[in-house]
């Protein structure tokens, strides 16, 4: 299953230690109009500044042009994979080219492959219910956020039936969970396959400021994500 969420400052900052330590290699997207991507490794670290140091052949561009530039930095590490955004402040020629960006103070976990292998074979059912239906519409969960959740259901008829905006109600496991989590949602987007069988749904939780029971459920819901997140950090820690 695959997730994207913030991680807290703690784990932020533990999860760049942890890339300065390996030297992790990097791809950097610049926030320009050429788009450019450059590709380097973490070198260390001076005060807030994250040095990295760019892999040849080079720029197509001055490396003095680079600072003031905002750009997204992706970054792997064993099975994890996190982004954050940072700016260029200042860059190095010798000894070789090497950018000086600013620690970020968000970053972003995007996937977890120990849970996605672990859903590969205990599929989590969802149920639907449309507004004003009382029969509930099964389907597989897909991948889910803190703010929402992605699933496939089948039945061409549905693609009619489900319309973006919508709001439904939605029901769904997580594996490795007992536990059971019914949340408000609106129908955001959605993709009819190509044999018009299956028909993969976005839902976007949509929590009312009074509805104090579904505020509660995603609370609990974004608790079990973040667990499932330290988990990940700490076995990323030990290895």
């Not at 290699?25 to 260390?44: D, K």
């Not at 001076?46 to 003031?68: N, Y």
């Not at 010798?94 to 972003?108: A, D, I, W």
Request: contains cysteine.
């Amino acid at each position: 299953m695959i997730f994207a969420l913030d991680l807290t400052p703690r784990q932020a900052a533990r999860a760049i230690e942890q890339a300065l330590r390996a030297r992790v290699s990097l791809a950097i997207e610049l926030r320009s109009s050429s788009g450019e991507v450059l590709e380097g490794a973490l070198a260390g670290r001076e005060g807030h500044l994250l040095l990295v140091d760019l892999a040849a052949p080079g720029l197509s561009r001055p490396l003095l042009s680079l600072v003031g530039v905002c750009c997204d930095v992706w970054l792997q590490m064993q099975t994890q994979r996190y982004l954050f955004t940072s700016a260029v402040l200042d860059v190095a020629e010798q000894p070789g080219p090497r950018l000086y960006l600013s620690t970020p103070e968000v970053v972003q976990l995007l996937n977890r492959r120990r849970f996605e292998r672990t859903n590969a074979t205990v599929a989590s059912q969802v149920r639907i219910w449309p507004a004003g239906q009382a029969t509930a519409t099964f389907g597989l969960l897909k991948n889910i956020s803190a703010s929402g959740l992605a699933c496939t259901l089948a039945g061409f008829d549905l693609d009619e039936v489900l319309l973006l905006g919508d709001c439904v109600r939605v029901q769904f496991e997580l594996a490795g969970f007992d536990e059971l989590f019914e949340l408000p949602a609106a129908v955001c987007n959605k993709s009819l396959g190509r044999d018009s069988q299956e028909l993969t749904v976005g839902l976007e939780f949509s929590v009312a400021s009074g509805d104090e029971v579904s505020q509660h459920t995603l609370e609990r819901l974004r608790a079990s994500l973040c667990e499932l997140m330290n988990d990940s950090l700490s076995s990323d820690g030990e290895a």
